[in-house]
């Protein structure tokens, strides 16, 4: 769950609705400056379903005993998060081989600096390097069985890369989509997308995706979100094939207090309308 505070509510975002975010926008992704990827079809159902692992956790919601709130995903430990997100890769290797390899790489990635695109170190608890250690092993699996001997697998294998550094791009713009508030315009004082996922009070300013490839092997280069007025979210560089994307992302609104228990703060979560964000996606 994306948990934000907003005009004195907290918003909840589902990890199910980011993730059918980051599939509309991938399934438009590509222009003159951004090529669109060769493994497109299987990329947009991994991007689509990437975080249906969450299903279990979002649905409850799960809750932070501490702040006597909804939790914040990143509020979880990998104990509650680990089983419940390999039952999500599970059901998407169920619907497509390909695009399940490519979640598996995405799984593996988050406790691997996204294999080398965000730096930093790897999650050395010992679930993470377990999650590392079985999700490459299968995915080389279910990648030599897509790639099935045809065409060079040199290009098959950098088409794959790319693909999966796309969805780490369409993960993190999706992502800033359902964090930020649309309606309070932030052009100026750009940050890094993952410096602010943790956050619960998000800072003003714009967001920074950071190492987004233009082609397969490179170059990278930043894209930068800012909304110049409410309700309007440009990219820059733009890397959409539509001159423009009317988005909706639908959230849940309950009060931003403390709860008695988990069940209480489910209750207000259950008893409230989910409504729709309205948001045009644009060039700067």
């Known amino acids: 769950m994306l948990v934000t505070r907003r005009q004195g509510e907290l918003w909840l975002i589902t990890h199910p609705e980011h993730g059918r975010v980051a599939g509309e926008l991938c399934s438009r992704w590509g222009n003159d400056l951004f090529q669109t990827p060769a493994q497109h079809e299987a990329l947009v159902i991994a991007a689509t379903h990437h975080d249906d692992g969450w299903y279990e956790l979002d649905g409850r919601p799960s809750f932070n005993a501490k702040e006597a709130r909804p939790a914040h995903f990143l509020e979880l430990p990998l104990e509650v998060t680990v089983g419940p997100y390999g039952r999500g890769v599970d059901s998407v290797y169920a619907r497509d081989r390909h695009a399940g390899a490519l979640v598996s790489m995405h799984w593996a990635g988050l406790y691997h600096t996204r294999f080398g695109l965000h730096g930093g170190e790897p999650v050395r608890h010992p679930l993470a390097v377990e999650v590392v ?17 045809h065409g060079l697998r040199s290009e098959f294998e950098h088409g794959t890369w790319y693909a999966y550094e796309l969805l780490q791009a369409l993960d993190l713009i999706s992502l800033a989509l359902g964090l930020v508030d649309p309606a309070e315009p932030a052009v100026d004082d750009s940050l890094p997308v993952p410096s602010t996922l943790a956050r619960v009070e998000q800072p003003q300013g714009a967001r920074v995706i950071p190492a987004v490839p233009v082609a397969p092997g490179g170059p990278y280069i930043e ?40 069940e209480e703060a489910a209750s207000a979560y259950h008893g409230a309308e989910s409504e729709p964000i309205k948001i045009q996606v644009g060039p700067a």
């Open 133 to 149: 250690a079985e999700q490459d092993h299968r995915r080389a699996a279910a990648l030599r069985e897509a790639w099935g001997g």
């Open 223 to 262: 894209v930068t979100l800012r909304i110049p007025s409410p309700g309007v979210v440009s990219l820059d560089p733009y890397p959409l094939s539509e001159p423009s994307l009317e988005l909706e992302v639908w959230a849940r609104r309950v009060e931003d207090r403390r709860y008695a228990s988990a």
